[in-house]
């Protein structure tokens, strides 16, 4: 099976930065493309970035120019750096990815188990 985990979320001031680590492991082929969402209480989820194995990014309009996705597919992993947090940024991130393994070469969604993201003074 495959595993997402992530890494790296916390308390921050606003103005502040955080980098989140999402690290995909077990039965893999390869990983296509892989993103971020958050879920703020009481909201849906929502996308936040995403990047394709070639790194071609998209952003939600509400974080661009303040986070940067990357990736490094020798090692599995997506990274965010998020910088100039808001308190509006609070939420609990998660990491997803499009993986294929030796026994599903179409592929499918996993996603990790979240780490919360808390912006306040």
């Known amino acids: 099976q495959v595993q997402l985990v992530e890494s790296g979320g916390g308390l921050v001031q606003p103005g502040g930065s955080l980098r989140l680590s999402c690290a995909a492991s077990?039965?893999?082929?390869?990983?296509?493309?892989m993103g971020w969402y958050r879920q703020a209480p009481g909201k849906q989820r929502e996308s936040v970035a995403s990047i394709t194995r070639s790194s071609n990014t998209n952003y939600a309009d509400s974080v661009k120019g303040r986070f940067t996705i990357s990736r490094d597919n020798a090692k599995n992993t997506v990274y965010l750096q998020m910088n100039n947090l808001k308190p509006e940024d609070t939420a609990v991130y998660y990491c997803n990815a499009r993986v294929m393994t030796p026994s599903d070469l179409f592929g499918a969604d996993y996603w990790g188990q979240g780490t919360q993201v808390t912006v306040s003074s």
């Open positions: 077990g039965s893999i082929f390869r990983v296509n493309a």
